[in-house]
Structures are given as structure tokens and as C-alpha cells.
């Protein structure tokens, strides 16, 4: 695989301890009088199919704090898993994270977090955190995304861009599940506002998009039109592109099944759906967390043994 | 009504406010377009809502304050992109047009996550293409009935039908607002047959949303002409129309 960047690292073997040195220049606004000096965390990941051994590797490796990767774990089926940390603990207001995500041709790489994604509360001054992503799959290649929850805190101001490329036969597996707040704490939709934006795209075409703002003092989440009765929402993307409709057609009938198996009315409810082409979404939403915690994992291996003939378990935690 | 033999012509009421540049002919053909009644297959699609019935979560109650949180949701994300249709009839090349009308379609098919809303959609805008055949003459609005006829050929019934008013020259205001005026009476419909509503509660509540469409219709423009991207958050009732096919009994399409 070629090293992405102007200034290629030498192979990062998995057992490698990252040294986190990021030469890149940035242009940052400068910050408001008063509030903390933004943050600029990067992260740069590279995976490479390595067919000698036939695994994949982590080859590409930039990172500045508070993102932070310590090293590749091996799947079973050979693949790569790397735990992305915070070390800030959360996002802070301010913070603008940028991550960049290539997954090689042929390769295998899944991605989690060490724990939920917290949203702190910002300083009225702060500028909104932004979070950023840009991924890419190559041809042959599969990325999975299964991270812990987003936890908005009372006040937060957040702002999360997904752009996700797939290339020809490239595979998505990616969820997502947004938390009202710190619910045990009695923080329930205390935040000022999330904008959530994702975009999939194969071959220059949109496969999905979402253009989320939740705002909970201006539109109510509890209206009808957006969560009704429930407080958690999820979602898991299921990609994999170039398959025949049949194929999509016969997945979303048989996770609509499971949907059906796991929905209850007064406590969750789950849904399918064929995207345009080359996909389908899970939808969910409940009252508490654990249905949706729970769920997801059972629809990623539904679809991870359907398109990929293997269920793998779930990533273990680091901390 | 001609005034009385004798006597001045009325003058009529001021004409304050909202002051609309149309044709006599282009509010006719407006109201043609924008009727409830216009034949391209709205009635048999609820959009979710009949599993939201199903599941007693929308009721007559709960109705008017679901409208308006609908509209401002669902019904700024259609009438931002009934306003791109309207503009395409700016360009003059139907390569061109064709071209960006494939791509609002795409577009728009990919924010319509639900398969089932999706469909009716892309089948509503097919309708309503092949419906005009013969009511105008416009090579560019021929381009796009021959892509509308092809299997991969996507055209979304707020895309086709802005474009129908941009290419009459109905002013973008009024046609944009007509239009969301005209999903709201079918959004109403559907629930006319799903919930104990009745004609005169269902056109009340049409008759009190007006400002709500005005606003999401000034919104719309907004979004327009300062080139944003839509937000649109409708978890709940995206979740009832994947689940729509799996309700035992059902009086829309799936």
C-alpha cells in the first residue's frame, strides 16, 4: 500500500508503540477573548493488505492530542483493530478533531473507541467542536465502525462531519448511537445543539445522506415528527458495493425479521431499509440505551455473515 | 360580480402584503397542478404515518402539533428541493439540465433513507411527468420525461414538479408554497382515512397551518438562495415507513 501523505512513515508494525508526531500545518481562526485556545486534534490511519502473510497492517500512522491510536490489534479473520482514544477524555468546546481513514485495497480494518464519545458542556465563548471524518475504502477492501455512544452534556455545541468513499467491491460496516445526555445525572436533552452530517458515496454517487440538526430548545424531540416517545437514537450503515439487488433485497428481508424479533413497542423499535444501491440502513430508537447498545451488535453480525460469510466478536476495550 | 348600473366599480380590498406577479392563466394552471385531487398516485402512500396510527402514537390529539413539526422537518427538505427543480428551468441547454437533474435526484434519493418514501416519491414524479405529456410543448421538459422512462431514471415528485412551474414561469413564491400546501392536504387525506377525523377538523387545521407553510416556504427560499443544505431530522416517522410493510393490515401501498 502507498503511504498516504507528504512525509511517509516507515511501517508501523502492529505491535509498534505510536509516537505521535504530526508536522502538518494548520490555519486556525484565532480564538475568542476568553475562551480555550482551540485544539486541533489529527488523526491519520492507513491500512494495507499485506499479501504475504495475507493480514492487514496499519502502515500509516499521524496523530496529534488529544486523537491518539497505540497500536493495531489482529482480528481473527486477520484484519486490523485500532482503538481510537481521546485523551481529553471527551470533546471539548473548541476542539476542531480531524480524522482521515484509508483502508487499502483488499484490507480489513475495524475501528471503536475506548469508551462513550463525551460532548462537554463548552464555555459560552467557545467556539462549537467540530469533528471531522474522511474515509476511504478501497476496492476489495472493508471497514468497520463500531464505536461507544455519543454523549452530549448539558450546553454542548457539536458539529460531526462524515464523508465516506467506497470503491468498487469496498465493504462499510458503521453505527452510531446518540444519547439524550447524561441521562443518570438527570441531563436529558440539556444540550444546545448536535449537527450531524454523513455522506456515502461509490463511484462519485450518493448512497446515503444525513442532515441532522437536533435542537432541543427550538424543536422538541419529543415531537412525533422526530423521536415521540423514545430518547436514544442508532443507526448502522451496511455496505458493500457492487452486489446484485437480490442480494440487498434478501439481507433487508431477513434483518427486518430480526428488527421485528427485537422491537417492543413501548421500549424500542427498530427498522430496515435498502438504501439506493449498494446498501441498506438499521434504524433504532428507544427509551434507554442498553436495546439499542445491545441491538446493533446483533444486525452487524446478521449482515457481517451475509456479505462477508463470518461473524466476528466484538472489539475488546483498552483503556 | 359587474356593479350595479350607475354606480363606481368597487374597488376591491388593499392589496397589502403578499403581492404575487401571476397570470390569471398561470393561477389556474397553478391550482391544476397543486390540486389534491391531481392523479399521480399520493393517496395510496402514507409515508409512515399509518404505522404511527397503528402503534396509537398519532391521534386526532396529537395531530396539529405533529403537522407542524412534520412540515418543518420533511416539508422544508421537499421544498428546498421543489425550489432546485423550478430553477433548473433557468438553463436553457436539456443536456445540461439533464445532467444536474440527474444529480438533485441522487441527491435527494439518498437523503430519503426509507425504501418505502423513497419509491413513492420516485413514483409520484414519473406520474406526474408522464401525466403533462401533451399540456406544453419544452425540449427540455421532453429530456426529462425520457429519463423519468428509464428503470434507472429517478425523479422525485417535488423535482418534477418544481421544475413543471419554473418552466410555465409561475413565480417561484407562490408555486412553492402551493406545492407544500398541496402535500399538507395529502398528509391530511391519509389521515382522514387512518384516524376519526373529519372533513371539518382536517380543513380547520389546513385553514391554521397556512402560517406555517408561509414561514417554512420563506425558509425554503432562504436555503436557496443562500445555497444551504437543508436539515431534516424525522427518526420516528422514517422508522414508520421501514416498518410499513410489516404492519399486519394496511390500507396504503408499501
Known sequence: MQALGSEPREEATEEETAAGSDERERQEQPDAPGSRPTVAGWLRLGFGYERATGRTRLLVQEQRPPLQVVRAFSTDEGGALVHVHNLSGGVLGGDRCELVIEVGAGARAMLTSTGATRLYRPRAEDRP????????????????????????????????????????????????????????????????????????????????IERFRLEPHGRSPFSLARLGPYRYCASLYVCRTGLPRQRWADLEAELAGLAQELSRPDGCVWGVGRLPADGLVVRGLAQEGLPLSAGLPEFWRRARLRLYGRMLPLPRKIN | MAALLGEPPLAGPPRDGLCLDLEPLQVLQLLQLCDSALPVGGSAHSFGLETLVAEELLTVETLEEFLRAYLTEAGLLEGVFFGRGWRLAALSSPEELVLRWRALNA?????????????????????????????????????VQQVALREDGASHYALAAGLLCGLLGIEERAALAAFLHQQLAAVLAACQRLLPLGQRRAMLLLWQLKPVLLAVTEQARDCLERGEEPWQWTPLVELGSLRHPYLETRLFIS
Request: proline letters at 3%.
Open chain 2, 107 to 143: 441527491e435527494l434519493s439518498a437523503l430519503k433513507l426509507a425504501r418505502e418514501s423513497r419509491q413513492a416519491s420516485i413514483m409520484m414524479g414519473r406520474r406526474l411527468l408522464h401525466l403533462v405529456q401533451g399540456w406544453f410543448s419544452d425540449e427540455r421538459l421532453t429530456s
Open chain 1, 129 to 208: 467542536a467540530l469533528q471531522r471524518w474522511q474515509v476511504h475504502v478501497g476496492a476489495g477492501a472493508l471497514l468497520e465502525h463500531l464505536p461507544d455512544t455519543l454523549i452530549p452534556f448539558a450546553g454542548a455545541r457539536y458539529r460531526q462531519e462524515v464523508l465516506i468513499s467506497l470503491e468498487e467491491d469496498a465493504g462499510l460496516f458503521w453505527w452510531e448511537i446518540v444519547a439524550p445526555g447524561r441521562v443518570a445525572r438527570g441531563e436529558c436533552f440539556a444540550y444546545e445543539w448536535l449537527e450531524l452530517l454523513l455522506t456515502i458515496t461509490s463511484a462519485g454517487c450518493p448512497l446515503a
